[in-house]
C-alpha cells in the first residue's frame, strides 16, 4: 500500500493497547484494517514486541508528565489515582494538532467528568473541569466561558494549592 497506511498503523501500534495485542496475535487482519497488505502487515509485526510495548509506555509517560503540569491542582488533589486514571484515559484518547497537550488536559478531565467513576470526594471531577476551563480560557482566541460549579472549586483549588486537607463536606 504506501507510508501513510504504514505510519497510521504504527501511531496506532504505539498508542493503543487493545489494537497492539491484535495485531501481535494476528498481524494480517489487523494490518488490513489500516490498509495494509499482508507483508506489509508481517513486516511490522517482526518488530520486537518489548520494544514496541516500551516506547508505548514511554509515550503515555511523556503525556502523563505534560498533563501533571497542565492540571497540577488536580493533580495535587487526586494523588496516585491521577496517574492511574490517565493510563486508563490514555487508551481512548489520541490527541493531535498544534495544542495536544492542551487538548489532552481538557479530554482527560472529560473523562473524569462522565466516566462514572466512583469517587470518594465528590468534588473532584469539579475541580478537574475547573481546571481544564481555565486552559481553555487562557488560550489566546477563545470565547469567554462561564461555568456554574456544584462546588466552590476556586475556594478549594487556592485550599488543595495550600496544602490543606479539604477532604469530604460534610
Known amino acids: 500500500m504506501g507510508l501513510a497506511e504504514t505510519q497510521k498503523a504504527l501511531v496506532r501500534l504505539y498508542t493503543v493497547a487493545k489494537w497492539r495485542e491484535q495485531f501481535f496475535a494476528e498481524p494480517a487482519v489487523a494490518g488490513c484494517s489500516f490498509g495494509l497488505d499482508k507483508e506489509e502487515a508481517l513486516g511490522l509485526a517482526t518488530a520486537n514486541r518489548g520494544q514496541v510495548e516500551f516506547f508505548a509506555n514511554s509515550l503515555h509517560r511523556k503525556r502523563l508528565g505534560a498533563i501533571r503540569q497542565l492540571l497540577p491542582v488536580t493533580r495535587k488533589a487526586m494523588g496516585k489515582r491521577f496517574g492511574d486514571l490517565f493510563m486508563r484515559f490514555s487508551e481512548t484518547f489520541v490527541p493531535c494538532g498544534i495544542r495536544k497537550h492542551e487538548m489532552d488536559a481538557v479530554a482527560?478531565?472529560?473523562?473524569?467528568?462522565?466516566?462514572?467513576?466512583?469517587?470518594?470526594?465528590?468534588?473532584?471531577?469539579?475541580?478537574?473541569?475547573?481546571?481544564?476551563?481555565?486552559?481553555?480560557?487562557?488560550?489566546?482566541?477563545s470565547r469567554w466561558i462561564s461555568r456554574q460549579y456544584a462546588w466552590p472549586v476556586g475556594h478549594i483549588a487556592v485550599a488543595v494549592n495550600q496544602g490543606k486537607e479539604i477532604g469530604r463536606p460534610g
Request: proline share 9%; glycine share 6%; no cysteine.
Open 108 to 141: 482527560f478531565s472529560r473523562f473524569l467528568n462522565e466516566a462514572g467513576i466512583d469517587w470518594e470526594i465528590p468534588w473532584l471531577p469539579a475541580l478537574a473541569a475547573y481546571e481544564a476551563d481555565w486552559l481553555e480560557a487562557w488560550h489566546p482566541g
